[in-house]
């Protein structure tokens, strides 16, 4: 089927304000992961999930990053009182198991969030 | 800590030249290594693993235990391998992974 779909592709938020991140992993896929990816970096990890417990969210910046999985599918990342710094492409990948030994993460387009 | 490291930014060679994308990592324990790749206006993907022992569009890594490398080659490049190149370590089993800054490869025609 398809591959990793992320929404909206783009947004534009004004400082303050709270933004909701979309991502519809690869059907059946165990685990999901959130990056955070600043102009000219590479992506930072953020968040990961196997099925609906969020096993590692030691990337998270700050306690207005939130994310969740309730049913073990679809994930969102929400940022509350969104600052400048929070501008970035925030990408989400899945796996079918971990990463480990021949498991390849499955990267979606990603969401570029601007906070003006 | 857990660390890896692309020294190159930006490497620019020209077509039929050999490239070399440098990678070092700092890990504890036994490392899985990646390397993922973003052509212009596409997603992040997969390249190669090492532990797969593949070559891929021309493309080998070498995994180094002792000097904790695990460079990307490839000996005459093309006008399609310009990207940007991630080297991305893993432990083994349900971690995720950890990407470098990443190399932008510019094939010059």
């Known amino acids: 089927g398809a591959g990793v779909s992320q929404s909206p592709r783009y947004k534009v938020a004004k400082r303050g304000q709270d933004v909701a991140l979309r991502c519809d992993p690869i059907?059946?896929?165990?685990?999901l992961f959130w990056y955070q990816q600043a102009l000219g970096q590479g992506p930072e990890f953020l968040t990961y999930f196997q099925n609906e417990a969020q096993l590692d969210k030691s990337g998270l910046p700050s306690d207005r990053f939130f994310a969740e999985r309730p049913e073990g599918s679809v994930s969102t990342l929400k940022i509350q009182r969104t600052q400048q710094e929070d501008s970035a492409v925030y990408l989400c990948?899945?796996?079918?198991?971990?990463?480990?030994?021949?498991?390849?993460?499955?990267f979606g387009q990603g969401t570029r969030l601007t906070v003006v | 800590a857990q660390r890896v490291t692309q020294p190159e930014k930006l490497l620019s060679v020209f077509k039929g030249a050999p490239v070399e994308l440098k990678c070092n990592y700092s890990y504890s324990g036994s490392p899985e290594l990646f390397w993922y790749v973003q052509y212009s206006r596409q997603r992040l993907q997969l390249l190669l693993r090492h532990i797969s022992r593949e070559s891929i569009k021309g493309f080998t890594a070498d995994l180094n235990k002792g000097e904790t490398s695990f460079h990307l080659k490839k000996p005459f490049a093309q006008e399609e391998d310009s990207a940007m190149y991630y080297c991305a370590p893993a432990n083994s089993g349900n971690t995720p992974l950890v990407f470098g800054k990443g190399t932008r490869l510019s094939v010059i025609a």
């Open positions: 059907s059946g896929h165990v685990s």
């Open positions: 990948a899945s796996s079918s198991s971990g990463t480990g030994r021949n498991t390849e993460a499955f």
